[in-house]
């Protein structure tokens, strides 16, 4: 979604190196993230796609796990090494949780499975950009947006100064929500940051919990902070 | 199913120097023959020895016999001998120093016979009187104190009637055993070959494709274990292509449905762009949304399955606490319930750890509690038990929902599989299918039982096979 790109802040386009040898695959990533207002090159060949990301220049790169030429792993390693630390998104088509591993522990800072949805890579990207634009020197304290805040040393939830009792894991959800406020957040990405876990669990039960979080934190009357985006997922604003 | 172009058959089995049974006989047969001619000959060179040792004997008393007679006595005593000989057996001969005869039967000095006492045996060889056979002897010389030489022979002909008895039996057993041997061998590998003929046409109908056909059965050797190996072999590979049938006439139902739906509402969108207006245009083009998501999520199981089945290591493995495990799960989709107002009621007993992967088993135990408040009506009631048994941990999961029938509780199991009062509720038919597929790599099993209605979902967390 459009909505998350143009998002106040952004003052120039971010730019994006994709390395993937699939051209529909290609293709398709393109003009979704262009339409995003991301500025993307496209790589197809994997020693190519390395020299392109050790020259720089990019603010995030998506990288295929499979690729001629040089595998994506290694690409990975090779450009850590060289002291290259763009924030990484990979994608594959192996899912296994041991692939996932492996891409991490490379230096991946994402891993996406194919096929995936559009709004997700977008959304996943955006999480990555937003890493880059504000590294947290210092750890927060407080989480604030509008009128909720989070204090993260004693959990302690409030908005408009009066208390909001949560339990443990809707405050997880929305201590997550409130780090990557105004952010598209996908019900995959809840799951995996809040659970842990790397299966799809089916939309409807991310959504009883946000239904759950909701009724406490968007009171009948007062402005609703937490959104749905139908067929995304949710956005704190 | 595609038809693939089968390499071609092995060389024709039928040539029948070809066959195990046939070679071995015959091999059998031809070392049997040489060891029986072996052994008899060993026998045969035994008696002719002895017997010709036995012959020296007489030979040499004889010759003590005469060492007792003066020299000039001997040739009497020689001719006296000879007439005293009915039966020809011995034969003498005395002779000059320098070979002249002077008495006896044999004219003259053996070729080659040295007179020192020694047997030996001389083939037809003998210079006897005119008018008497030559037969074998073996002979045996010593020289006189007045340098006279004295001969004496003896007839061999009864040793050698032996020896060649043996060499008859010899050959003829040999000839037997071999004969006995190569024809059992040619016997015996006809009857293998027929056996080989029957299971060679019911494997070209199977891969034909015919895999109802099964190898024929009935001696226990070899190759009748063979033959029930490649049996359960079959069965097993029937019972996967049943499944693979089964997921495709699955797919055929599950995806079809929503694929048309679909189509139609592209094809209304279509025929209608100038006379709909946004909203309801908006409306279908949701609905398809929506269509082709829960397609999406079918293939996205789908290739879940695939890939939990390709697990083969257990890399992921791990000590995993059950009971903190279903505990998450519990409090992940106890909203899931509260919403539908179904009773949620968990009972877990502390138990003893076990190995396994995490995310696996939190993945399979995730789709039971689905599939337990998909089921279950509006304030039904979903009860979780987790106890530990004799071996390991035992989690039953029991919902009030349609239950399933006896009947269908194997076929639940395999992909696809919905059963017909539970058409109408949304889900891939796939989430079992991922439990089985977790069941599988861990060597757990899952177990359905329950009142029907009403469905026991037992995960018991052993391995089994090592039981």
């Known amino acids: ?237 | 199913m595609t038809e693939t172009r089968s390499a071609p058959p092995p060389a024709d089995p039928s040539r029948r120097w070809h066959t195990t049974a046939f070679r071995w006989l015959s091999v059998y047969a031809l070392m049997f023959a040489l060891s029986v001619m072996a052994l008899m000959g060993f026998i045969g060179w035994l008696v002719t020895t002895t017997m010709e040792g036995d012959t020296d004997v007489v030979m040499q008393w004889q010759l003590f016999y005469f060492d007792s007679v003066a020299d000039e006595k001997l040739a009497d005593a020689i001719e006296r001998r000879i007439d005293l000989g009915q039966m020809h057996a011995n034969f003498y001969g005395l002779f000059t120093a320098d070979g002249r005869h002077i008495a006896g039967d044999i004219l003259a000095v053996p070729r080659g016979l040295p007179p020192d006492r020694t047997g030996h045996t001389f083939d037809r060889t003998l210079t006897l009187v005119p008018g008497e056979p030559v037969p074998v002897v073996r002979a045996m010389a010593e020289l006189r104190r007045n340098d006279q030489e004295l001969v004496l022979a003896r007839d061999l002909t009864h040793v050698l009637r032996i020896r060649q008895t043996m060499i008859h039996a010899l050959v003829g057993a040999g000839v037997y055993c071999l004969s006995i041997g190569i024809a059992s061998g040619f016997l015996l590998s006809l009857r293998q070959m027929r056996r080989v003929r029957a299971i060679r046409r019911v494997t070209l109908k199977i891969a034909q494709g015919d895999l109802n056909q099964r190898l024929p059965v009935g001696d226990r050797d070899e190759l009748d274990m063979l033959a029930q190996l490649v049996n359960h072999m079959l069965d097993e590979v029937e019972r996967l292509m049943n499944e693979v049938k089964g997921a495709s006439d699955g797919i055929a139902h599950d995806l079809r449905t929503p694929l048309a739906h679909i189509r139609t509402l592209l094809a209304r969108i279509a025929e209608r762009t100038g006379s709909l207006d946004d909203a309801s245009i908006k409306g279908m083009v949701e609905q398809a949304r929506t269509e082709t998501d829960s397609l999406l999520d079918r293939f996205r199981a789908m290739l879940r399955i695939s890939e939990i089945g390709a697990l083969k290591r257990r890399a992921g493995f791990g000590t995993v606490d059950m009971c903190s495990l279903i505990g998450e799960l519990c409090e992940l989709y106890e909203p899931l319930a509260e919403q539908r107002s179904i009773q949620w009621i968990v009972h877990l007993d502390p138990v003893q750890p076990i190995q396994g992967d995490r995310a696996l088993l939190f993945e399979a135990c995730s789709n039971l509690l689905d599939n337990a408040i998909k089921f279950s009506p509006d304030g039904g009631m979903v009860h979780i038990q987790l106890t530990q048994a004799p071996f390991g941990p035992r989690l039953g999961i029991t919902d009030n929902g349609p239950g399933i029938p006896v009947h269908e509780r194997e076929a639940v199991l395999q992909r696809f599989y919905r059963s017909d009062h539970t058409r109408h509720i949304s889900g891939s038919g796939l989430g079992l299918g991922i439990v089985t597929a977790v069941m599988r790599v861990h060597d757990f099993v899952l177990r359905i039982s329950g009142e029907f209605p009403g469905t026991t979902m037992t995960v018991e967390c052993w391995p089994h096979t090592l039981q």
Not at chain 1, 3 to 23: C, F, K, N, Y
């Open chain 1, 1 to 237: 979604m459009s909505t998350t790109a143009a998002e106040p802040g952004t003052v120039t386009a971010s730019r994006v190196l994709t390395i993937e040898d699939d051209r529909m695959a290609g293709t398709e990533i393109i003009a979704e993230l262009e339409k995003s207002g991301f500025l993307v090159d496209w790589e197809d060949d994997g020693s190519e796609g390395l020299a392109r990301a050790v020259s720089g220049g990019y603010d995030v790169i998506i990288l295929d796990r499979l690729l001629p030429g040089l595998d994506g792993l290694t690409i990975l390693t090779t450009m850590r090494t060289v002291g290259v630390h763009t924030p990484v998104l990979m994608l594959s088509a192996l899912g296994d949780v041991d692939e996932r591993i492996r891409g991490l522990r490379a230096g991946g800072d994402d891993y996406l499975t194919k096929p995936f949805d559009p709004d997700e890579l977008t959304a996943r990207l955006e999480v990555l950009l937003r890493r880059r634009r504000e590294p947290s020197a210092q750890p927060k304290t407080r989480l604030s947006v509008g009128p909720l805040t989070v204090d993260l040393l004693t959990r302690k939830v409030t908005r408009d100064g009066a208390d909001v009792a949560l339990l443990p894991t809707e405050y997880r959800i929305l201590e997550f929500m409130m780090r990557h406020a105004g952010q598209l957040i996908t019900r995959t990405m809840l799951f995996e940051a809040v659970w842990g876990y790397h299966f799809d669990p089916g939309t409807n039960l991310i959504d009883v919990h946000i239904g759950r979080l909701r009724k406490k934190i968007d009171t009948p009357g007062v402005e609703p902070l937490l959104q749905t985006v139908r067929g995304s997922g949710y956005i704190l604003s």
